[in-house]
């Protein structure tokens, strides 16, 4: 029991550092929702699954100033396959531009 509340303590401990704060709710609010979208079904963060991981999808695009619009593009109209592989990525027409600009900026937060 004891040791519970030293681990509750410590958590918060962390949280008290902004940036980590953000980057914990961050992870947090795109787990979610990329569950109940059933993303993970076919991309898991570090291993290739049907789709490129999505660490794999941020180290791809780092320093390219328009992947945050063609990652959206790709969310929002699905992709036909051919650029990671022969498998296609569903489109996601009914996601709000929030949801995918949360989503794309904690894909390509990634390292
Ligand atoms: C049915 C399996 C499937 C589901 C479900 C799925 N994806 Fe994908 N996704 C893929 C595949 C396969 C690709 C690669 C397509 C290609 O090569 O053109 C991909 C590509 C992507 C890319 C773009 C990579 C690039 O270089 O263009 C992003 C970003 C992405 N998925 C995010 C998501 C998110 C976020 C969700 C949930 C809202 C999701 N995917 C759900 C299979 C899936």
Known sequence: MKSHWVGIAAVA???????????????AAFKALAKKKSCFNCHSMDRSLFGPSLREISRKY????????????????GS??????????????????????????????LK
Do not use: C, H
């Not at 780092?62 to 109209?77: D, E, H, K, M, T």
């Open 13 to 27: 401990t962390v949280l008290m550092f902004a940036g980590q704060a953000n980057a914990a709710m961050d992870a």
């Open 80 to 109: 036909k396959g051919g650029v990671w592989g022969e498998v296609a990525m569903p489109a996601y027409a009914r996601l709000s531009d929030d949801d995918i600009k949360m989503m794309v900026q904690y894909i390509l937060s």
């Open 62 to 77: 780092s320093g390219n100033a328009g992947a945050p619009a063609r990652l959206a593009g790709v969310i929002r109209n």
